[in-house]
């Protein structure tokens, strides 16, 4: 299969072992067995995410996912610097958020705890991956420790990083990461920034993908805001090698997103993207939701670090899923979300080919025609 890829040239194919130049992101809470192996078996790259998985969990998924493919497949840690715990901040944000909880019906929690540990810290889900060596393992948030990247790899796994920014990419690539994913602003979910308080430029990803693939010697990943396979094609016209596609894979059936989410995505006119720190303490991307507009509030005190405040949203939105309303659900969105569609993830993977290889054509039959008098400009060849 690999042999015959048309995308064979693409060295970080060959290196991860798929024939297409596609992966799936990692999406904790999100992401299934059934879907990454869904991805997997079309050609591209399916990934897990289990960075708020516990260990026995995690290792069931990786397994799962073995059983229903042969292929490749890429396993997400989060690799944040481990919470820094203020009682202050806590209370000051549990009381702005008490009405809220009163509107439920649900006592508010008296404290907020960290509700799952960075992998850089976590040794026994670094042992359960040297155990069930998956092949691929991508970081987010940062970087594992200097021993854990040398018992990856020396366990043959080949390392994804992800990089926000040029610094963020060139620290990745002395650390000997593999290859980088490069995430833009348009990204749903979570933006891998390493240090979430310090300056962020918010490049877009047609700007970040350009500057790592000319400043960077490692493969390249796009994603942010890619939904098709004329996204695909754009990326790689920009020098990446894959795209990465995180919401154009929620709607698929083998996803594990629920049904309110589901019926978010297929709003048209496409409900707004925001940009929040107020559903986990780090910045993501969502839908605009009652929390992503608290914390945006003039009044709105100081939120808690990553993953503390996580607390606090997920025990309001289970109080205001059992009460049937979504309005503190975190449903992570790109920019592109407008552009997503419910298929079953077997003809998403191949519309997405098809529409790869028709955007490829096409651009192939545009010549770019030199006139003496004007500016250069495209013209088709067939028109
Ligand atoms: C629902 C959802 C969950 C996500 N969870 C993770 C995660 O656990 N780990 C990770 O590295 N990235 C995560 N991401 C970000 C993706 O890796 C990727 O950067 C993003 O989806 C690309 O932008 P797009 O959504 O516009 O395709 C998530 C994205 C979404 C939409």
Not at 131 to 137: K, M
Not at 244 to 250: I, M, P, R, S, Y
Not at 332 to 359: I, K
Request: with cysteine; hydrophobic share 50%; proline share 6%.
């Amino acid at each position: 299969m690999t042999t015959q890829s048309p995308y064979a040239n693409l060295r970080l194919l060959a290196q991860l072992g798929i024939s297409l130049p596609i992966i799936q992101a990692p999406m904790a809470g999100i992401s299934t067995p059934a879907l990454a192996a869904g991805v997997s078996n079309a050609g591209g790259l399916g990934s897990l995410g289990i960075g708020a998985a516990s260990v026995a969990a995690a290792r069931e998924m990786i397994r799962a996912t073995r059983a229903l493919t042969p292929q490749p497949f890429n396993i997400n840690v989060f690799c944040h610097e481990p919470a820094v715990a203020n009682p202050q901040v806590e209370a000051a944000w549990l009381a702005y958020l008490a009405p809220e909880f009163e509107t439920f019906g649900a006592a508010k929690p008296t404290a907020l705890r960290e509700i799952y540990k960075s992998y850089r810290v976590d040794d026994a889900m670094h042992q359960m991956l040297l155990e069930e060596r998956p092949a691929v393992v991508s970081i987010h948030f940062g970087l594992p420790t200097a021993q854990q990247i040398a018992e990856l790899q020396a366990a043959g796994i080949v390392l994804l990083g992800t990089a926000t920014s040029l610094p963020e990419a060139q620290l990745m690539e002395a650390a000997g990461i593999d290859a980088i994913v490069a995430q833009g602003i348009e990204a749903g979910g979570h933006r891998g920034v390493i240090d979430p308080h310090g300056p962020d430029e918010g490049l877009g990803t047609l700007a970040l993908v350009r500057l790592l693939a000319q400043h960077i010697s490692l493969p390249i990943i796009a994603a942010g805001g890619v939904m098709d396979g004329a996204g695909i094609a754009a990326v790689l016209a920009l020098g990446a090698q894959a795209a990465q596609l995180g919401t154009a894979f929620v709607a698929c059936p083998e996803s594990a997103a629920d049904a309110a989410y589901r019926d978010a995505l297929a709003a048209r006119p496409a409900q707004q993207t925001t940009l929040t720190r107020a559903i986990s303490g780090r910045p993501a991307r969502g839908l605009v939701n009652r929390l992503t507009e608290l914390g945006a509030a003039a009044d709105a005190p100081a939120i808690p670090d990553y993953p503390i405040a996580y607390d606090a949203g997920k025990t309001l939105s289970n109080a205001a899923k059992a009460s049937g309303s979504a309005a503190f659900a975190a449903h992570w969105a790109g920019q592109g979300v407008g552009l997503n569609q419910a298929m079953p993830v077997a003809a998403l993977m191949a519309a997405l080919q098809v529409e790869l290889s028709a955007t490829i054509n096409a651009l192939a039959n545009l010549q770019v025609r030199h006139d003496t008098h004007d500016a250069p400009h495209l013209e088709s060849v067939q028109a």
